[in-house]
């Protein structure tokens, strides 16, 4: 809802995205007469934002993006390098966005217990993404339950952990049941976040979220129910990129030097030296040692295999001990 209605502010938006290296910028399509009624109130969050009290309908009617601006919005981020996606709330912007050939049909958090709009998103082959804000396992279950019986394949769906609510405290993120939903279910999961900031996203990425999606603004300072508890361009790049070292950061599970260190392995570490001068013949212990820098020499770790060994010549303070010192 960023674009407040205006074309020219929808493609900033699109320009932002490409920029900051998302792959894609998603948009909603929806008739506010289709999608609320005229006295339905507005959310706590909403009235806060906007700073006035008219109904939802009243808001959503000057948000409405029609099919014309959502054909103009793919073409432009299509030229610019970036995916376009759009989520329908009702029949008729699903039909319009289905002829658009999108790569992915979005089914919005309040949805999901629309099951006429499921079965009607199921009915076509179109991989899906299912957020979940405000719902129970139950109800993920039962919307899934719909997107398979109508022939959707669980390969085709990402099941998108989130919060509704704008900004989501922290206290309320709870990334452990995008986990839970993961084996649960057995799909693609990701995170849609509503927190500030880029902490919660990368966080979902280290766990494993496949996707991530984030509100992004121009100004968080605009007017409108959405800018407050979004991202502003130069912050969201920063976390893209964020994200994209998460798997690199992330590396293999086994433990070992990696290629960088391993020059640093005789600087840091240590080897076995002589703490005194000690003459041919002289029986060695542990006082006879100290261990220091470089590491190039022998480990610290075996100076117990040379306790009671006799020096087969004179050493001085300070001389690395050798095997061949010793009988």
């Not at 289709?34 to 009617?61: C, D, F, R």
């Not at 999961?189 to 990425?205: F, K």
């Not at 041919?280 to 100076?303: A, C, K, T, V, W």
């Given at each position: 809802?960023?674009?407040?209605?205006?074309?020219?502010?929808?493609?900033?938006?699109?320009?932002?995205?490409?920029?900051?290296?998302?792959?894609?910028?998603?948009?909603?399509?929806?008739?506010?007469?289709?999608?609320?009624?005229?006295?339905?109130?507005?959310?706590?969050?909403?009235?806060?934002?906007?700073?006035?009290?008219?109904?939802?309908?009243?808001?959503?009617?000057?948000?409405?993006?029609?099919?014309?601006?959502?054909?103009?919005?793919?073409?432009?981020?299509?030229?610019?390098?970036?995916?376009?996606?759009?989520?329908?709330?009702?029949?008729?912007?699903?039909?319009?966005?289905?002829?658009?050939?999108?790569?992915?049909?979005?089914?919005?958090?309040?949805?999901?217990?629309?099951?006429?709009?499921?079965?009607a998103i199921a009915m076509r082959d179109t991989p899906i993404i299912l957020s979940t804000g405000m719902c129970t396992m139950e109800e993920i279950s039962d919307a899934l339950e719909v997107l398979?019986?109508?022939?959707?394949?669980?390969?085709?769906?990402?099941?998108?952990?989130?919060?509704?609510?704008?900004?989501?405290?922290?206290?309320?993120?709870?990334?452990?049941?995008?986990?839970?939903?993961?084996?649960?279910?057995?799909?693609?999961?990701?995170?849609?976040?509503?927190?500030?900031?880029?902490?919660?996203?990368?966080?979902?990425?280290?766990?494993?979220?496949?996707?991530?999606?984030?509100?992004?603004?121009?100004?968080?300072?605009?007017?409108?129910?959405?800018?407050?508890?979004?991202?502003?361009?130069?912050?969201?790049?920063?976390?893209?990129?964020?994200?994209?070292?998460?798997?690199?950061?992330?590396?293999?599970?086994?433990?070992?030097?990696?290629?960088?260190?391993?020059?640093?392995?005789?600087?840091?570490?240590?080897?076995?030296?002589?703490?005194?001068?000690?003459?041919?013949?002289?029986?060695?212990?542990?006082?006879?040692?100290?261990?220091?820098?470089?590491?190039?020499?022998?480990?610290?770790?075996?100076?117990?295999?040379?306790?009671?060994?006799?020096?087969?010549?004179?050493?001085?303070?300070?001389?690395?001990?050798?095997?061949?010192?010793?009988?």
């Amino acid at each position: 809802m960023n674009h407040n209605g205006d074309l020219k502010t929808a493609e900033a938006l699109v320009r932002a995205a490409a920029e900051a290296g998302a792959d894609y910028v998603k948009f909603q399509m929806f008739k506010a007469s289709s999608l609320s009624t005229i006295g339905a109130p507005q959310a706590e969050y909403q009235v806060q934002n906007i700073g006035n009290e008219s109904s939802q309908s009243e808001m959503l009617k000057e948000l409405e993006l029609d099919e014309n601006q959502h054909l103009h919005l793919k073409d432009y981020a299509e030229e610019i390098g970036i995916g376009f996606l759009s989520s329908p709330f009702d029949l008729e912007s699903l039909a319009k966005l289905q002829k658009m050939g999108l790569d992915y049909m979005k089914i919005p958090s309040g949805e999901i217990t629309n099951r006429p709009l499921l079965e009607a998103i199921a009915m076509r082959d179109t991989p899906i993404i299912l957020s979940t804000g405000m719902c129970t396992m139950e109800e993920i279950s039962d919307a899934l339950e719909v997107l398979y019986d109508g022939g959707v394949q669980k390969s085709q769906v990402t099941v998108l952990h989130c919060n509704t609510e704008y900004p989501t405290p922290l206290a309320d993120v709870n990334l452990r049941a995008m986990d839970s939903i993961r084996e649960r279910f057995g799909c693609s999961v990701g995170y849609s976040d509503h927190t500030l900031g880029e902490l919660v996203p990368i966080i979902a990425t280290v766990r494993g979220a496949e996707m991530i999606e984030k509100h992004l603004t121009l100004d968080q300072e605009m007017s409108g129910p959405d800018h407050a508890a979004s991202m502003e361009p130069l912050e969201f790049k920063l976390m893209v990129d964020a994200i994209r070292n998460v798997p690199e950061v992330l590396g293999e599970s086994s433990k070992k030097p990696s290629a960088s260190e391993k020059r640093n392995i005789p600087i840091a570490r240590k080897s076995i030296y002589y703490s005194k001068n000690l003459p041919l013949g002289h029986q060695l212990n542990s006082e006879d040692f100290i261990m220091l820098r470089p590491g190039d020499g022998l480990s610290p770790m075996s100076y117990r295999e040379f306790l009671g060994k006799t020096l087969m010549k004179d050493v001085r303070e300070g001389e690395a001990l050798s095997k061949e010192h010793v009988e």
